[in-house]
């Protein structure tokens, strides 16, 4: 899911690239800065990044800007470690 909502979020981008003028100011879309939502009108739900990493952050404890950058990109819960890491695979082996 994670590569399809950069995929479509990378397309936008460009279309409003396009378009874009200096008074418009920034129009990025990027989920960390928080102007992206996520959700479906015929399941009912919705969520942006900022939302799930506030919930998050509180639970572990840590700062809500961090953990934004760590739940988009590459990035891998590791459990053994309880530690957010770039490598898809624990050290015994398994994959995340």
Do not use: H
């Amino acid at each position: 899911m994670y590569q399809n909502f950069v995929k479509v979020i990378d397309m936008v981008n460009i279309i409003i690239g396009q378009y874009e003028q200096p008074d418009m100011g920034d129009l990025l879309l990027l989920p960390t800065k928080g102007n992206v939502a996520f959700g479906t009108g015929k399941d009912c739900w919705g969520f942006s990044l900022t939302r799930f990493a506030t919930m998050i952050a509180d639970k572990f404890k840590v700062d809500k800007s961090k953990m934004m950058e760590k739940l988009w990109g590459d990035n891998y819960f590791n459990p053994e470690t309880k530690k957010f890491t770039t490598d898809d695979t624990t050290a015994s082996g398994k994959v995340l």
